[in-house]
């Protein structure tokens, strides 16, 4: 069964603290992994698309890659404001679900 | 990015009443996807659609059912509500292609007494 494990559940920084979430997946015949944030009460909002190995996108302070069993997603100098669930979600060729992990709640301190 | 509607957000209804969420969308994506998410829990699918007239069970069991009669639109009903349909349901659309990005909307959190 395909599954999506996500570390740490949580996770404390100060302000300008940079660290890394994990994203790990034993899907078979990858057709995506995607990351989302999501803010309380609110939907996912699409961040990236990731498609094989080795890939990097960026955005602003947020950096996402991908090896053939996990991505990660860094976060470089926060601020208060990248405060939120990180979700990371999977798609296998032939399937039209996306599999989704429990996600990481991050908290930025200022 | 897509923009993507939910009505109600919020919901707070009796035992038994029959209830519609309503999920539309103005990007004109072809399919158009509703998950459940609990507190702290991952997303779980529930009912996806290719386009008109084609609706799709997800993983996840549930006693809800959908339409597509129009592109725009893809109402979830509830015929008798439980407590046990306590949740957060998400609409979400894609484009289809290699991309599929789905887009979320913004959700309706739904109470049963």
């Known amino acids: 069964e395909d599954q999506v494990t996500q570390s740490p559940e949580a996770l404390r920084l100060q302000e300008g603290e940079s660290s890394s979430l994990n994203c790990s997946y034993t899907?078979?015949?990858?057709?995506?992994l995607f990351w989302y944030r999501q803010d309380p009460g609110k939907g996912p909002e699409f961040l990236f698309t990731?498609?094989?190995a080795g890939e990097e996108k960026e955005k602003e302070r947020l950096k996402a890659t991908l090896t053939k069993k996990e991505s990660f997603l860094h976060i470089t100098a926060p601020k208060p404001e990248d405060s939120a669930t990180y979700l990371c979600?999977?798609?296998?060729?032939?399937?039209?679900?996306?599999?989704f992990g429990k996600g990481t709640k991050l908290t930025v301190n200022p | 990015e897509a923009d993507i509607y939910q009505t109600p957000r919020y919901l707070v209804i009796g035992t038994g009443k029959k209830i519609t969420l309503e999920c539309s969308q103005t990007?004109?994506?072809?399919?158009m996807y509703w998950y459940q998410q609990d507190p702290g829990m991952e997303l779980h699918l529930i009912h996806y659609?290719?386009?008109?007239?084609?609706?799709e069970k997800g993983d996840l069991s549930s006693e809800s059912t959908v339409s597509r009669i129009r592109t725009e639109h893809f109402p979830l009903t509830l015929e008798s509500a439980r407590p046990s349909h306590t949740s957060q349901y998400l609409c979400?659309?894609?484009?289809?292609?290699?991309?599929?990005?789905?887009?979320f909307g913004p959700g309706t959190r739904l109470t049963v007494l």
């Open positions: 979400a659309s894609s484009v289809g292609g290699r991309t599929d990005t789905q887009y």
């Open positions: 899907v078979s015949g990858l057709r995506g």
């Open positions: 990731l498609y094989s």
């Open positions: 979600a999977t798609k296998e060729g032939g399937s039209e679900k996306l599999v």
């Open positions: 990007m004109g994506h072809d399919k």
């Open positions: 659609s290719y386009g008109v007239n084609s609706t």
